[in-house]
């Protein structure tokens, strides 16, 4: 009994082994997902919210798969563990940039710089990882982000 116990803890202790990386990466993409959305939403470019439409559909189907992963780990989140990124100075640089008709670069700098820090972040949550599927999951997410450059110019 008391090692059928001990083996249980072991599995339950394996299967969740990598999930606080996890949940900081779908924090992370909860968090660039948002951005990108505000670009959307207040660029007046149109080739710059194409690329933060495509952006925003990748991060948000990336950002689901994360959850699928976490939720298979039988992990709960917490009520503030998405929300752990977001902070209002960054609506409020894009605001002002917007006031000041400059959104379109202040907007893809800031991208770029988070796309950087996202892939940072995926090089961290993989090798916390020990499944070869969720191992694979995050290196198809590292290849949707390298796809993603917001470096753009009309």
Do not use: C, W
């Amino acid at each position: 009994m008391i090692l059928a116990f001990v083996f249980l803890s072991l599995m339950q202790r394996s299967s969740r082994s990598g999930s606080a990386e996890l949940i900081d990466l779908a924090a992370y993409q909860t968090e660039l997902a948002r951005i990108i959305d505000i670009g959307v939403k207040n660029s007046p470019d149109s080739g710059v919210q194409g690329i933060a439409q495509t952006g925003s559909l990748t991060l948000v189907s990336d950002l689901i798969r994360t959850r699928k992963i976490i939720d298979s780990k039988s992990v709960r989140l917490g009520k503030n563990d998405l929300g752990k990124y977001q902070t209002k100075s960054i609506d409020t640089d894009l605001d002002v940039a917007k006031t000041a008709n400059n959104f379109d670069a202040v907007f893809t700098k800031l991208v770029d710089e988070k796309l950087g820090d996202y892939e940072l972040k995926l090089a961290s949550t993989y090798a916390a990882q020990n499944d070869t599927k969720i191992r694979n999951t995050l290196r198809s997410f590292n290849a949707h982000a390298e796809l993603l450059p917001f470096s753009y110019s009309p």
